[in-house]
């Protein structure tokens, strides 16, 4: 099944931890009519990931923050630490 691409994702939010390789290929893929937040802990990777996103016509937001770190991540996730604009 295809999605057009007028209303693919239209008000949807993709969650992508890890600004790497893995993760700006899955932020691109998924991000097309989409609202893209990236979550990393490297804010060189991340900063570069977001500003390229956008540079491609992505709404894109990261999200400085160790998902690996257990705490951190439910914080996000819960809303508890709001999302700043990267």
Do not use: F, K, Y
């Amino acid at each position: 099944m295809s999605e057009s691409t007028e209303n693919a994702g239209q008000g949807e939010v993709v969650v992508v931890t890890g600004a790497g390789g893995m993760g700006a290929a899955i932020a691109r893929r998924l991000g097309g009519g989409r609202t893209v937040v990236v979550a990393d802990a490297s804010s060189s990777q991340l900063d570069a990931l977001v500003d390229a996103l956008r540079a491609e016509g992505h709404v894109a937001h990261g999200v400085l923050t160790d998902v690996s770190d257990r705490v951190a991540a439910l914080a996000h996730a819960g809303g508890r630490r709001p999302l700043s604009p990267r």
